[in-house]
């Protein structure tokens, strides 16, 4: 008998092409399109619907909105009015894409998940634990939003892609005659289709907010007035609506007396950090510091580091070099070689 799998497909080529391989491969593959907000689409669910029918898959529909908006929307919102800048997909890996994938599957009596994520997903028989590894393709590599799995969802998830480029998923795309091929692939947070974060929290939070309060330099001196400190993160320069005269960037903000800090660019330069909510995936603890190579958001490249684990929840990461414009509520995560070690979010 074939080993089912379930499918989460948006629509968009790689979770098709992720559908296809794995059917390709002998399983008995089944479709599943999340509803997450109003803002999930007709046509995302049909395009899905669509592929999943071209490949002779069951498809299914699941409304999370419930679940979506509590535990990565209002997470959202409630981390800007603190002062954080949070990364809203690292949230819905932890609770969404797959605790809640797995449960359906087991209702279904499917057992193995799969999403179009660009890792790879090992297991180490010397110490049995599944390890999570970059994709072939650094380009494309996800690992970074990923650190948050568990060994339970691990060993149940497939991650068809990490072998592959971005170019050869489109060509298995055409070739097997999707018409999503050329799809462009989405940049934005899927809940904020026009981008605007600081629209999104005044909509979300409402009374809540404070808008106005000052910009002050380092000595606390007024240097102006901003329009809302949940429309600032840590190195923004541009749209500060203030002439200095000199080039200045926000350097923290504190929420106690909504103020927000602007400093010269070598402020924004610290070579420590510290982390709490911490999944360790290579290791159950950090028993002695580790030489590893950590990043702080998914953009920059990793940079060589000490990680201590100085509590169950907690780690301590000095770098070798001072990096620019660590954020709290970003996430760090931290690498050995090709494999991600675990990480945490940054407070």
């Not at 592929?51 to 919102?77: N, Q, W």
């Not at 603190?82 to 809640?100: A, S």
């Not at 301590?316 to 660590?326: K, L, Y």
Request: proline share 3%; net charge negative; hydrophobic share 35%.
């Amino acid at each position: 008998m074939k080993e089912k799998v379930l499918v989460a497909m948006s629509g968009g080529v790689d979770s098709s092409v992720a559908a296809y391989l794995l059917q390709s491969a002998g399983y008995d593959v089944s479709g599943l399109t999340l509803k997450l907000s109003d803002s999930t689409s007709e046509d995302i669910i049909n395009l899905a619907a669509l592929t999943a029918k071209a490949i002779g898959a069951p498809h299914y529909v699941l409304d999370l909105s419930d679940v979506f908006k509590k535990r990565v929307m209002e997470y959202f919102a409630k981390a800007y009015l603190k002062g954080l800048t949070p990364n809203p997909c690292v949230e819905c890996n932890r609770y969404i894409k797959f605790e809640e994938v797995l449960k359906f599957a087991a209702e279904k009596g499917i057992y193995k998940v799969s999403t179009g994520h660009y890792a790879q997903i090992e297991h180490d028989n010397e110490t049995d634990r599944y390890l999570l590894k970059k994709a072939r393709d650094p380009s494309k590599d996800q690992s970074y939003f990923l650190y948050v799995l568990n060994q339970r969802i691990l060993k149940d998830t497939l991650f068809p892609l990490g072998s592959y480029s971005k170019d050869e998923v489109r060509k298995i795309a055409s070739n097997a005659g999707f018409n999503n091929s050329d799809r462009k692939d989405s940049q934005d947070v899927c809940f904020l289709p026009n981008g605007s974060y600081s629209d999104f929290v005044m909509s979300f939070a409402g009374a809540e907010i404070e808008n106005e309060g000052n910009f002050i330099d380092q000595n606390g001196k007024v240097l102006g007035r901003h329009s809302g400190i949940h429309k600032y993160t840590i190195g923004q320069r541009k749209g500060l609506g203030i002439s200095l005269g000199k080039p200045a960037f926000v350097v923290s903000k504190n929420i106690f007396d909504n103020t927000v800090t602007l400093a010269d660019e070598e402020s924004l330069y610290s070579d420590r950090l510290a982390a709490s909510q911490i999944n360790l995936i290579s290791y159950d603890s950090l028993e002695q510091p580790m030489r590893l190579k950590v990043k702080t958001r998914y953009s920059q490249k990793e940079e060589w580091a000490k990680v201590f684990q100085i509590e169950e929840d907690k780690v301590i990461v000095e770098f070798d070099n001072p990096q620019r414009a660590i954020t709290s509520g970003q996430s760090a995560v931290f690498y050995e070689d090709e494999y991600v070690v675990g990480g945490g979010i940054i407070i």
